[in-house]
């Protein structure tokens, strides 16, 4: 399982090294779907188990246990008054869950932005002629070593 989860990191998420050129603009576009699609996925998974959460521990209508689970993923916190230990447990665990699920998607959303800054800035300085501090215009071309 970790080795599928290598190939499909290094095939959907993978980013260029430092001696490889900048990525096209349109390239850098459907990385960046590539990216959010995953965001979407990890967040559609994550809303999914909250319903199920929701209505099998609480008892909750299914759209109610959408609402909550939308509204616990959002930050908002639950709607519904929780009646079970289960469901108050299950609660408690879930937006936590979301907290750190929020930082982690973000994160996901900005990498490609910043990798791209980033990898502009490291190129352009590694440009002969270039001198520290000292950004020069046009396109660079990739190191030798």
């Known amino acids: 399982m970790p ?3 290598a190939i499909v990191y ?3 998420m993978a980013l260029e090294r430092r001696y490889q050129p900048l990525l096209s603009r349109r390239e850098f576009a459907w990385r960046y779907v590539r990216w959010i699609t995953v965001a979407i996925i990890i967040l559609s998974v994550s809303l999914a188990a909250g319903i199920c959460g929701y209505h099998f521990l609480e008892g909750i209508p299914w759209i109610d246990s959408l609402l909550n689970a939308s509204m ?3 930050g908002m916190g639950p709607v519904d ?3 079970t230990k ?3 447990l299950f609660a408690s665990f879930y937006a936590l869950y979301s907290g750190l699920l929020l930082i982690s998607v973000a994160g996901l959303m900005f990498t490609p932005l910043i990798h791209r800054f980033l990898h502009r800035f490291h190129l352009e300085l590694d440009k002969p002629g270039a001198k520290a ?3 020069t215009s046009g396109k660079a071309t990739p190191d030798d070593d």
């Open 3 to 5: 080795h599928l989860i």
């Open 10 to 12: 290094d095939s959907v």
């Open 72 to 74: 616990i993923l959002g």
């Open 81 to 83: 008054v929780l009646k």
């Open 86 to 88: 289960a469901g108050k």
């Open 133 to 135: 501090g000292k950004v």
